[in-house]
C-alpha cells in the first residue's frame, strides 16, 4: 500500500520589537543573563503586564500578508501550567479569540495566528542537556516575555522538502514584512510538526504525533522525512501509531517519545484578568495596511508579468527578497540587458560563487553583472570568459569590460579572425574533417578542441562550428 | 504639645498643625512610631525605625501605615504568607508611590489576612490582630492590620485593600472609616494580588474627611496597569451638611434580618436612616434582584483568579523554597509550607473551578451572575443617587470563634461582595455601637460617584457624632472589657 503524508506546522516567531510583549525590558540577543529582566517579567509579586502596542502592530500585518480575518479585539488569556521557565505559573496568550484567523501562505491553508510571550531559557547544568539527567539547571530570564507570534498551518503539506521550501516562504514573508529576523539559529523561530499518514487516495486523518525541537530548515525536513518513514514501518508492520509529543535528535537521526499521556495537562484557560480587551481600532489597521511591502507570492506573479520570467526562476528572486533586489536594481541600470537570462545568473551563477549572504553586500555592482550578462548574449564574450569574468568581480569587483579586456577573456571577434584558425585545425584534422564532410559530426570535438587551443578558449562554441560546416559544405 | 495631643490631630488637622508650624514632622513621626513599635495588638508586621527622607507634597511629614501586601522596596512585603516571609521587593507599587510623593512617611506595614484571604485577620501567618475595642474580638479583615491600627491611634490613616470587603467590613468593626473606590480608579501595580478583577485600594481613616484626602492623593491613571483608568474628576475634600433631594435605596436583599444580620446591627442601621431623612434625604426599599448570588459567585471567581495568580510562589525564585528532591516535589513541598489552611482552600476551589468540564458550570457561570448583579447596580442608580446597607451582618465576633466554619466567616462579605463584583465605589463609616462595638454603615454609589458618595458620607458623620477615640487608649495598653450594654448610636 502507498501511503500520503499529511503535514501541519505550528511555528513560533519571536517578533522583532524593541521591548518585550509585556513589559519595557529591551529585547537584545547574547547579553548576560538576566540582565534584561524587570518585575513584570520576573514575575514578582504585584507586578502587573502592559500589552505592548508594536507587538499587535505587527501580529496584524503578519494576518494581512496571509489574507486573515482580523479579530476586532485583542483578548488575552492565561494558560496554566507549572514550570521554572514560567515565572508567573501561567503564560499570557491568546485562546479563543486569536488576533488573525484563516487565511493562506502559498500553496497552505493559515489556520490561526496568535500572539503571546516567549518562556524564560532553562539551561540543564549536566551532560546530556536535558533535564532529567542534569544535576542543576539554572533559569535566563533576559528571553522571558519576548513576543511571539504563534502560526498555525492547516494540514496541507504532504512531504519534509515542501514543509521546508513553505517555511522558506513564511521566513522571506516575515523578514519583507520587517516582523521578525526570522533566524533559527537564535532560535527566532522554532517549528513543530503535527505528522500522520493515510493511504493514498483516502481522505480520513490518521493518527498525528507531535515532532518537536527542529531547529534548522534541514533538521525540519529530515525529521519529517524520519517519522514519515518511522509511521509507514509501524503501519506495515501490523502496529499502530500512538499520539505523542516526539523529539528529533538531529545529531542521531532517532526520534524519542517526550512526554506520556498520563502528563497531558489541563491548562485551565481563562480571560487575563490583568488586561482589559482592547478594541483593534480602524486607526490601527490602516497603520498595519500602511505598513505593508510587496509580499514575496505578489513580487513573484509581478515578476512572471513584467519581465516575462518562467515560474520557477521568478519565485527564486522572489523567495530570498536579496537576490529579487539584485536582480531589479540590475534589470534597472541597463535597459537592453534581457530578464531572463539575467535572472539565470543571478540565482545560478552569483548564488553559485555567495552562497546564501546577500548579494548587496557582495563586491558585484547590479550594473556590473547586467553588462556582463549583456555581453554575453551579445557573443561579445563566451560562457567560460564570462564565468571567469564574474570570478574577479566576486573577488574584486569593478568593471566587466575592463576585466576581460585586461584577462583576454573576449570572444575571437568575427568570421575573419576566427577562419585563419578553422582553416589551421581543419589542416590539421584532415582525418577529421573527412569524417564530418561524411556527414559523421562525432570529431567535430577534436576540431573544437584546436580552435579552442589556439584562441585560449575565448572563441564561441557554436560560431566555431558554423563555420566548420560552412567550410565542409555540410 | 505632647505626644498625646498630636495623635489626637487627624490627618487632616496634622497637615495643618504641621503647616502652621504647632508641630513638627519629627515630633509627629516619633509619636505615632513610639505608639506602632510598642502596640499590643499585633497591627504591625514591620514599623520604620526612622523616618525616611520626606518629599514636599501636600501631605509632607504625615505618617502613613501600608498594608504588608503593597510592596515597597527594601521593605517587607509578605501579604500575610508565610511562603513570603522576609521578602523585601525591589520596587514600591504605584500608589505607595504617589503617597510619597504627596510628601507621607511610611511609618509601617500592617498585618492582613494571607494573601488577604479572609474577614477577621485570623488567617495571617504572623498571627491574628486583636480589635482594639475588645482584644477577644477580631477587627475583620482582610485588612485588620490597617484598621485596626488607625482604630487605635497607632496611626494617622493606613491603605488597605478591598476585593470582596476587606476595606468596608474591618472599618465597620473597628469602628473606623473604609473606602473602596471604583475599580480602576487606584493602581494596582505592585499590589501584591489576590483576585485582579476585583481587588482595589483604597483608605481606612478616622473620619471622612480623611478618606478623602488620603484617596485623593492615592488615585491615579498608572500605564503599568492597563486596568487602571483614574477617576475622570479630582477628589475633593467634602463638607456637605445636608441630603437634601438625596433618594436612597434600601435593598431588600442586603437588609434584613433574614439575610443574617444582627438584631443590633438593624438597629443601627434604621437609625442612621432616619437621620438621613431628616437631613433631606429620601428612603425607598427597593430590589436588587441577583446580589443574594454574589457571594457564590465570589467565591467561585475570586479563588479561580487566585489559584492562578498565587501559582508564582513555586520557591524557584524568591521567598520560601523547601527542599525536595526533585521539580515536583520542591513545588509540593514548599507551597505546603508556606500557604496557610485558608488559601489552599481557596487555591483547590479555584482550580476546580477552572478545570475543563467544569468551567463553563462554575466560571462561566459566575461570571454571568457579576454580569447581572453589575445589570442591577446599574438600574438601581438610574432611580436612587446611593444604595445603602449596612456593612457587615454583625459586630466585631470572638477570636477562634468561625475559623473552623468558613461558611459563617465567609457571609461577613453579604453585603460587601455585590458592590465588588459591580466594580462601584462605596464607603463605610461607624454608625453606632451595639453591645458596645462599633456598626458600619455602607453607602453605595455609580461608577466614578466617589465625591458624591464622600459628601453624603460627611453629611451623616457630622450628624451621627460617632466618637471613636475610645478605642485609642487602648492600642498599647492591656486589655480591659468594654463595658456591655453601652448606650446605641451616639448622637443620636
Ligand atoms: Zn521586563
Redesign the interface.
Known sequence: MKYEPVIGLEIHVQLGTRTKMFCGCELTFGEPPNTRTCPVCLGLPGALPVVNARAIHFGLMTGMAMGSELAPRSVFHRKNYFYPDLPKGYQISQYDEPLCLGGRLGDVRIHRVHLEEDAAKLVHVGASGRIHSSSSSVVDFNRGGTPLAEIVTEPDLRSGEQAREWLTLLRTTLRQLGVSDVNMEEGSLRCDANISVRPEGTTELGTKTELKNMNSFRFLERGIRAEVARQIELLESGGEVVQETLHYDPRSERITSMRSKEEAHDYRYFPEPDLVPVRIEQAMLDEARGAMPELPADRAARLEREHGLSEASAKQLAFRAELGDFFEAALGSDGDVPAQPLAHWVTGELVARIGDSDPGDSRVEPVALAALVGMVERKEVNQGGARQALDCLVADGGEPRAIVEAQGLGAIGGEDELSGVIDAALAANADAAAKIQGGNEKPMGAILGYVMRETKGRADGGEVTRLVREKLGV | MTATDAVAFTAAQAVDALARGDLSAGELFAAYRERAAGEELNAFTWVAEEAPAVQDGPLKGVPVAVKD???TRGVP?Q?GSRI?EG?R???T?TVVENLERAGTTLLGKTNQDEFAMGSSNENSAFGPVLNPWDRGRVPGGSSGGSAAAVAAGLTPWAIATDTGGSIRQPAALCGIVGMKPTYGAVS??????F???LDQAGPLTRDVTDAALLLGHMVSRD?????SIGLPEAIRLPDARRLDGIRLGVPEELSGEAEGIEPGVMEAFEATLRVAQELGASLETMRLPHAEHGLSAYYVLAP??A??N???Y?G???GLRSDGSD?VSL?TQTRHDGFGPEVKRRIMLG?YA???GY?DAY?GRAQKVRTKIAQDFHEAFERFDFVVTPTAPTVAFGLGTKVHDPLAMYLNDYCTVPMSLAGTPAISIPNGLSEGLPTGFQIAGPAFSENAILDAAHALEGAIGFDGSRAFSRGGMPSTPPERGAPGPLGL
Open positions: 501586601l503593597f510592596c512585603s501579604s513570603l521578602y521587593p525591589p520596587y507599587a494596582r501595580y505592585g499590589m501584591i494580588a483576585a485582579s478583577s500605564p503599568r496597569d492597563s486596568t479561580a483568579e489559584s492562578s498565587l501559582a508564582r513555586d524557584v525564585r524568591y521539580l513545588y482550580t477552572l478545570s475543563s468551567y466560571y
